[in-house]
Nanobody, 115 residues
Framework: VQLVESGGGLVQPGESLRLSCAASGFTFSYVDMSWYRQAPGKERELVAT????????DYADSVKGRFTISRDNVKRALYLQMNSLQPEDTAVYYC?????????WGQGTQVTVSS
């Protein structure tokens, strides 16, 4: 299994970013997937989840209305559109499956929101 996150960067408050996750080594279209994040000095937290079919999504209260999770099962890709970014969104973002033991974590992608 390999999970490769990309798309992070340094942005100002109120700006947007789109994260991508390329998945391989498992049957991506069968697996509910999530985005997680870990801020400095904090535990990793669940940000958003999407069902295997893409028909259901769920979000942490802190990002609801600002972030949108999506997937392309043909491309084996997971996405996170992040709008109205705030300094508290600063973290390393990871993708992984939602349920069961996580796959080996990728390197993540750093998102920094600062003026």
């Amino acid at each position: 299994v390999q999970l490769v996150e990309s798309g992070g960067g340094l942005v100002q408050p109120g700006e947007s970013l789109r994260l991508s996750c390329a998945a391989s080594g498992f049957t991506f279209s069968y697996v509910d997937m999530s985005w997680y994040r870990q801020a400095p000095g904090k535990e990793r937290e669940l940000v958003a989840t999407i069902r295997s079919s893409g028909g259901y999504t769920d979000y942490a209260d802190s990002v609801k209305g600002r972030f949108t999770i999506s997937r392309d099962n043909v491309k084996r890709a997971l996405y996170l559109q992040m709008n109205s970014l705030q300094p508290e969104d600063t973290a390393v973002y990871y993708c992984n499956r939602r349920w069961s033991q996580p796959y080996a974590w990728g390197q993540g992608t750093q998102v920094t929101v600062s003026s």
